[in-house]
């Protein structure tokens, strides 16, 4: 995965000079703004549904090329974004476990704050200034850890274990070691032009993340601990440089 992960970083620059179909010389700046659904894959398993959190930034765009129908361009975002994972504790009946102390279901999340850079090239089909597109994305995703929090009903130090199902729970009180994240993102959605106003998009995006969070050593508890995320997302963008042709649609 990690040859893949550096074959479509490599392959950007290419696309960014190839020159092959109808040249373009298109440049646009904007934000965007989404709600990621994140889990961590962790080995062994931990039981999880999905963690909500938010995410937002800057975008930019690059295109370069009309290549027969397709609309080649360079595609990246810096953007704050709430990732993690929230646990399902359930005993051996899958029912949720009652702490006796509190006499409330046992709940716990944890919120780790990122600073994420996807850098992808991205093919479009339809039109270009006045109208719908349809577009894919796909390209390597880096994260810079900038912080983390716990959200729980219970004391984590003192858990209550014996009715649950999964007695794994070291990733409740460890703090994350390896700050730097990379994976692969990619994405499909629509995106709606108009001369003036600029360009609308809303995207579905998966990201999968190729390190972990923790050490994965046979020292170390866990073996696997990589991200899972679900991005939906509303993008605005508006061109600072056009390329001049007025017969693009």
């Known amino acids: 995965m990690k040859k893949h992960l550096l074959f479509l970083f490599l392959l950007i620059p290419a ?9 373009r010389n298109d440049f646009a700046v904007g934000g965007n703004a989404g709600y990621v659904l994140s889990n961590v894959s962790f080995v062994p398993s931990v ?12 975008s930019f765009r690059y295109t370069c090329e009309k290549y027969f129908k397709s609309i080649c361009a360079l595609y990246a975002e810096i953007n704050y974004s709430q990732i993690g994972w929230k646990e399902e504790i359930l005993d051996i009946e899958d029912n949720p476990v009652i702490n006796p102390q509190t006499e409330q279901e046992e709940q716990f999340q944890k919120t780790i704050n990122y600073i994420q850079i996807p850098v992808m090239a991205r093919l479009g089909w339809g039109r270009e200034r006045s109208g719908f597109q349809f577009f894919v994305n796909v390209g390597p995703q880096f994260g810079v850890y900038l912080s983390e929090s716990i959200k729980a009903n219970y004391d984590v130090m003192q858990p209550y274990l014996v009715k649950r199902v999964s007695p794994v729970i070291a990733q409740d009180t460890m703090t994350v070691e390896n700050k730097f994240d990379y994976g692969i993102a ?3 959605g629509l995106e709606y032009s108009h001369r003036k106003l600029g360009h609308f998009i809303i995207e579905g995006r998966y990201y999968f993340g190729l ?3 923790y050490g994965d050593s046979k020292r170390d508890y866990f073996a696997r601990s990589n991200y899972g995320n679900i991005v939906i997302k509303l993008t605005y963008l508006f061109d600072l440089i056009r390329t001049k042709n007025d017969k693009i649609k």
């Open 211 to 213: 390190g972990n969070i």
């Open 15 to 23: 696309l960014a000079n190839a020159q092959v179909g109808e040249h």
């Open 186 to 188: 990619g994405g499909i």
């Open 47 to 58: 039981p999880q549904g999905f963690h909500g959190g938010i995410t937002g930034g800057l």
